[in-house]
């Protein structure tokens, strides 16, 4: 099996999420290939909420990597004022591939809830174009810069599982 880890991250969370995935999908068999999505532009947090309001797809540094050899698409992001964080839309905008990959998602956020609309719309967009997302999941960062990630790794390794069981059964 293949999967692609797509993720974008401003501040490293996401960025250690999707190690954490990649780790614990390579430790079950599986071909990895983790992809980072860079912005041309670097934002600040005013320039985050001003991408938001203005529902911006930011310039992207490299193409989007083509998802169409892949079984399995991870794709993670940050939670920005409820929303998926605006190089989502790039990221989006730039899938090649016609429908009918199968997507788990991931997004970090700061709020416990926080993940939950977030995850929502970017299923709703991706299921519009024809994709399938078969989990989603949220990883708590806490607001304090320094505070350590609270059960990354088992929480990592329990949405893997989840995702694994899920698309060998066939689900
Ligand atoms: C502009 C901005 C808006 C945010 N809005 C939310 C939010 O609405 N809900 C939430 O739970 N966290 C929010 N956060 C916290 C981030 O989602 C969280 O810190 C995330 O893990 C950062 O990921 P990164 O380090 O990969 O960039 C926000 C952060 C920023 C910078």
Redesign the pocket.
Same mark, same amino acid.
């Given at each position: 099996m293949k999967a692609l880890v797509i993720f974008y991250?401003? /501040?490293? /969370?996401?960025?250690r999420v999707a190690g954490l995935l990649a780790d614990r999908l390579r430790s079950d068999g599986v071909e990895v290939t983790l992809e980072p999505v860079r912005t041309e532009a670097k934002f600040g %947090?005013v320039s *985050? %909420?001003r991408q938001m309001m203005a529902k911006a797809s930011p310039a992207l540094i490299q193409p989007v990597p083509d998802i169409s050899g892949y079984d399995l698409v991870f794709l993670g992001f940050?939670?920005?004022?409820?929303m998926p964080a605006s190089p989502v839309n790039s990221i989006l905008g730039g899938l090649k591939a016609p429908g009918g990959r199968r997507f788990a998602l991931f997004a /970090? *956020?700061?709020?416990s809830e926080?993940h939950k609309a977030a995850l929502s719309i970017v299923t709703s967009r991706l299921v519009e174009m024809g994709h399938e997302v078969v989990a989603g999941r949220g990883f708590l960062?806490g607001f304090l810069r320094k505070q350590p990630l609270p059960a990354t790794a088992e929480a990592a390794g329990e949405f893997v599982a989840e995702v694994l069981s899920g698309t060998r059964l066939g689900c």
């Open positions: 991250s401003r /501040t490293g /969370t996401t960025e %947090i *985050c %909420i940050p939670v920005w004022a409820d /970090t *956020c700061g709020l926080g960062r």
